[in-house]
């Protein structure tokens, strides 16, 4: 059974300040996203510029990814032909802060989860609802 490794790095911009004006232009400051598949999993570096920090982390299964996809196009009535992937935006699928509350609660329906209010404000994305998932239901196998 593969497990997911997630790990977060901080980047601390006084930092900056303190390198050589050489050295400050190989600091990491406007990626927002860079990804990239290996033959064991697909693996994403992200950065929030709000928080300025960067987090690798493994990507949800595509089963899930798909379940997901699923869900969020049912719960948004989306028609057949708009297409959800995992690196879709709720807030760019038209959904609103309700539509994404209903979103949550269909995912604890079909997955049989619950997802605490702090873990549910951290979702974004289809990928960001799928990892999620995976991480818990992978927490209930081990309780």
Known sequence: MAHSLAAAVSFSPPAARRRLPSQVANVISSWSSVSFNSQMSFVSICSRPSQLRF????????????????????????????????????????????????????????????????????????????RLIEKLVLLEKDA
């Open 55 to 130: 987090m690798i982390c493994c990507s949800a299964k595509k089963e899930t990814v798909d379940k997901v996809c699923m869900i969020v196009k049912r719960q948004l009535a989306l028609t057949d032909g708009t297409s959800v992937t995992g690196e879709s935006k709720f807030s760019e699928l038209g959904a609103d802060s309700l539509d994404t509350v209903e979103i949550v609660m269909g995912l604890e329906e079909e997955f049989n989860i619950t997802v605490d209010e702090t873990s549910a404000q951290d979702i974004a994305t289809v990928q960001d609802a799928a």
